[in-house]
């Protein structure tokens, strides 16, 4: 029985984090057989561990504090490779600069691609990653530590490198969630958060953990291309879709995502055929990665640098996509988006921005979804926006 909802809303060892302390028992098990009873076992160890730990020296209940009044240095540390917890952490980010207009924010994160989406936001100091290397990485925590923070934040629940990570950094105030396997001891320290979204999650930490400070908060992803960015995100513009202004609205489109996230080419082929029919007048574009073949006879542009993309995903006037980096960052660059959720729940992963819409089900149709997008589209045309 057919169920869709439509909600609103190198071979030379690398070291990490993970080398000191293992991941959380919240991660999947990617394994089979023995192997994933091996993983399973050890995981449940730890987690004893963490949960030992905890009872002599971490923070099992929440500790609601002011900062101090001289908090002028802060760390966020999110290591995690994965696009969309990045940009997570944009809604905290514009809360923390607005809120501390006299401090300087850093963060520490894994991959340097996603370096320049974090750069160009309002009060962002320095942008760490994380090195490879035993060596390098532990040059950067001397860094670290030389910087004298004066709060580190882990805005995660489940993640033994941030905590590690926040512990390293030798910052004078700590702040994260607290539970029964949280053996880091934190001076600020939130309960679990009423929204299942991580970004939610995040700017609640603040809020539920910090005394006598009035937060402005944000509820939307958000990214600031820079001019360069924006160059060149109108030279791949021209390139797919020729020179001069667009005859109508463009609506872009993202067929990949991991696993079970993933729509078959076929339903793609539907969707555009079905959105050809809905809005006949717009020009469909899709967003593919570098290196791939087109899924669809449409328009196509491939686009390596993330900013870059952001930039080139703002021109569009909606854009489709399955859970996925690309599904967040079109919400993060202003653009609205009809996210796809069969395997995952937009609850705790729906495009946080203006017009964002979410299928959800099991077996929704490319019908379905176009008529999602038809729907979005109309609702900015009559606002003038499309």
């Known amino acids: 029985m057919r169920a869709a909802a439509v909600v609103r809303h190198a071979r030379r060892r690398d070291f ?4 000191f302390v293992a991941q959380d028992s919240h ?3 990617n394994a089979h057989g023995w192997r994933a009873l091996v993983k399973r076992l050890r995981r449940a160890n730890r987690e004893r561990l963490n949960r030992w730990l905890t009872r002599f020296m971490g923070t099992a209940r929440p500790v609601r504090a002011p900062l101090a009044a001289d908090t002028r240095r802060v760390l966020v540390v999110r290591l995690n490779k994965r696009l969309g917890n990045i940009l997570f952490l944009t809604p905290m980010l514009r809360t923390l600069a607005a809120s501390l207009p006299t401090a300087s924010i850093d963060v520490l994160i894994r991959d340097p691609r996603q370096k320049p989406l974090l750069e160009s936001l309002p009060g962002i100091g320095r942008v760490w990653v994380q090195p490879r290397g035993l060596g390098a990485l532990i040059g950067l925590i001397r860094r670290l530590r030389r910087e004298r923070y004066d709060l580190a934040i882990d805005p995660t629940g489940n993640s033994s490198s941030n905590r590690t990570a926040v512990a390293l950094s030798g910052a004078r ?29 995040a700017v609640a930490l603040l809020t539920d953990s910090v005394d006598e400070l009035d937060f402005k908060t944000f509820d939307t992803l ?9 160059t060149a995100a109108r030279a791949h513009w021209v390139e797919a879709l020729g020179p001069g202004p667009t005859r109508g609205p463009v609506i872009g489109f993202f067929t990949r995502a991991t696993g079970r996230k993933a729509l078959p080419a076929a339903w793609w082929r539907d969707w555009c055929e079905q959105m050809h029919h809905l809005a006949p007048a717009a020009t469909l574009l899709e967003i593919r990665p570098p290196g791939a073949e087109p899924t669809a006879d449409t328009a196509s542009v491939a686009v390596a640098e993330l900013d870059v993309l952001a930039a080139l995903l703002s021109r ?18 202003g653009v609205p988006v009809v996210g796809l959720f069969r395997a995952t729940r937009p609850e705790a992963y729906a495009p ?15 019908a379905e979804a176009a008529r999602a997008a038809a729907r979005v589209l109309a609702a900015e045309q009559a606002s003038g926006v499309a």
């Open 222 to 230: 958000a990214v600031f291309p820079d001019n360069r960015a924006q």
């Open 27 to 29: 991660s999947a098990v």
């Open 16 to 19: 990490d984090l993970h080398s």
């Open 352 to 366: 946080l921005g203006q017009g964002c819409t979410s299928v959800a089900g099991e077996t929704f149709t490319g």
């Open 316 to 333: 569009l006037s909606v854009f489709t996509a399955a859970d996925s980096g690309p599904m967040h960052l079109a919400a993060a660059a």
């Open 173 to 201: 105030q700590r702040m994260g969630f607290a539970s029964n396997s949280q053996w880091l001891r934190l001076t600020h320290a939130a309960g679990r958060a009423n929204s299942r979204h991580q970004a939610e999650q």
